[in-house]
T-cell receptor, first 113, second 111 residues
Framework: DAGVTQSPTHLIKTRGQQVTLRCSPK?????VSWYQQALGQGPQFIFQ???????QRGNFPDRFSGHQFPNYSSELNVNALLLGDSALYLC????????????FGPGTRLTVT | GENVEQHPSTLSVQEGDSAVIKCTYS??????FPWYKQELGKRPQLIID?????GEKKDQRIAVTLNKTAKHFSLHITETQPEDSAVYFC??????????FGIGTKLQVIP
């Protein structure tokens, strides 16, 4: 039973470019949440996807967008990258019909130069 | 929105001693409080959680307490070991599994 997986592991982009990060949830989970974790900080909630729709959103600009596919996997897209977008991007999956536990993937380290 | 405050930001203890990390939250509607351990370069891992209908929960050397009236919750680690060294995050969840994290506590256990 695979846990939460994310790709790519690392990514280097230039300011102004666009990036897409991918997440596959743990088997049996249908909800995916995305977090941004800057160095030395706690994860900050970006948004959550359930039934292929954005259900909750944190305080992030609309340069951050996402998508969920019928197989529950998800993508995070960031447009017009800024230096401040450099961070570890974590996805977490959970079961909407179960308890609240969220399980995190290993993250994608994004560096914007 | 929810605001979670966590302290201390760093904590050093001798091996075998206890460690306590405290958090407060602002949204009285929050009803689920997980704790995560994050080792350097790794993903956050859920180590224990507590729900609003419970005041205390224990799992071997780890315990959490919750005071809903005061909006406080704490993590207690007893008989600390070097492998407990990591960053610990508290979090509070309101509706729809939206989780707000604290800033983290870097715990160092000195052998």
């Amino acid at each position: 039973d695979a846990g939460v997986t994310q790709s790519p592991t690392h990514l280097i982009k230039t300011r102004g470019q666009q990036v897409t990060l991918r997440c596959s949830p743990k088997s049996g989970h249908d909800t995916v949440s995305w977090y941004q974790q800057a160095l030395g900080q706690g994860p900050q909630f970006i948004f959550q996807y359930y039934e292929e729709e954005e259900r909750q959103r944190g305080n992030f600009p609309d340069r951050f967008s996402g998508h969920q596919f019928p197989n529950y996997s998800s993508e995070l897209n960031v447009n017009a990258l800024l230096l401040g977008d450099s961070a570890l991007y974590l996805c977490a999956s959970s079961d909407s019909g179960g308890l609240n536990e969220q399980y995190f993937g290993p993250g994608t380290r994004l560096t914007v130069t | 929105g929810e605001n979670v405050e966590q302290h201390p930001s760093t904590l050093s203890v001798q091996e075998g001693d206890s460690a306590v990390i405290k958090c407060t939250y602002s949204d009285s509607a929050s009803n689920y409080f997980p704790w995560y351990k994050q080792e350097l370069g790794k993903r956050p891992q859920l180590i224990i959680d507590i729900r609003s209908n419970v005041g205390e929960k224990k799992d071997q050397r780890i315990a959490v307490t919750l005071n809903k009236t005061a909006k406080h919750f704490s993590l207690h680690i007893t008989e600390t070991q070097p492998e407990d060294s990591a960053v610990y995050f508290c979090a509070a969840e309101g509706g729809y599994q939206k989780v707000t994290f604290g800033i983290g506590t870097k715990l160092q256990v000195i052998p």
